[in-house]
């Protein structure tokens, strides 16, 4: 792992720290992202595909069973300039919480921030990174919602103005799928928010759209990138689990290291 910094490069953070309780009891002794679909684990997937789209740095955001995602990325991926920082409160905080924990590693850098539960097209991500916002976040438009999806309505100019799962699954135009492509000069203004909120413990079981949507109160824009039609799936039930089997087991199968 001797890759030098580079502040001007986009680097990826992989929000990996949560327990997975609603997949258990597969994570009970095994990290979610840990888990194989077919022959590679989640995290083998999503690193190869950062991989294959040029990132060779990347910070990961750790909690629960934190040294078995170490000695993994140690061993699969010796080459890549990894950093772990460990949110020693992965227990009692949520996703906001763990982003703002990367600022240090990524300081003025545009990123891609990753969840780390989140099966993949490699498209999604080459998409991503050509899209020409430097801001945005990839939104499904066909797809059910329920409670849980976080829901994403947009104005007339296609700017995100809401991000969260209380938004009414009318009003909304589909799902955001937890991959985003933050520039510099969002990325500054999202850890300054980050650090403010989490001064006060009743924000610390936010999620980091929380911090999204409080810098668009503030006129900073986000853009979306519709990857309707490629292939994606967040994890978090057992269903979903299952479900991820079927649609990329077989595509697994070509993914390599």
Known sequence: MTTKNNNNKLKAIILAAGVGSRIRPLTDN??????????????????SNIVKCGINEIVFILGYLENDIKDFMNKKFPELNVHFVTNKFYAETNTGYSLMLAEELVKDASFIKFDADVVFDVEILKNLIASEHDTCLCVDKNINLDAEEIK?????????????????????????????????????????ELNVMMK??????????????????????????????????????????????????????????
């Open 30 to 47: 095994c990290p979610k992202s840990l888990l194989k679909i077919g022959e590679y684990t989640i995290l083998e997937m999503m690193v």
């Open 152 to 192: 994403i309505i947009v104005n007339a100019q296609n700017h995100v103005i809401k991000a969260s799962k209380d938004v009414n699954p009318e009003d909304a135009i589909g799902e955001s799928i937890g991959i985003e492509k933050i520039s510099s000069a969002t990325a500054k203004l999202l850890f300054s």
């Open 200 to 257: 006060d413990k009743k924000n610390h079981q936010e999620y980091y759209e929380a911090g999204y949507e409080r810098l668009i109160d503030k006129n900073v824009i986000f853009n979306t990138l519709d990857i309707t039609g490629l292939k994606w799936i967040e994890i978090d039930t057992l269903d979903d689990f299952a479900a991820a089997e079927n649609i990329f087991k077989q595509s697994a199968n070509n993914t390599t290291a």
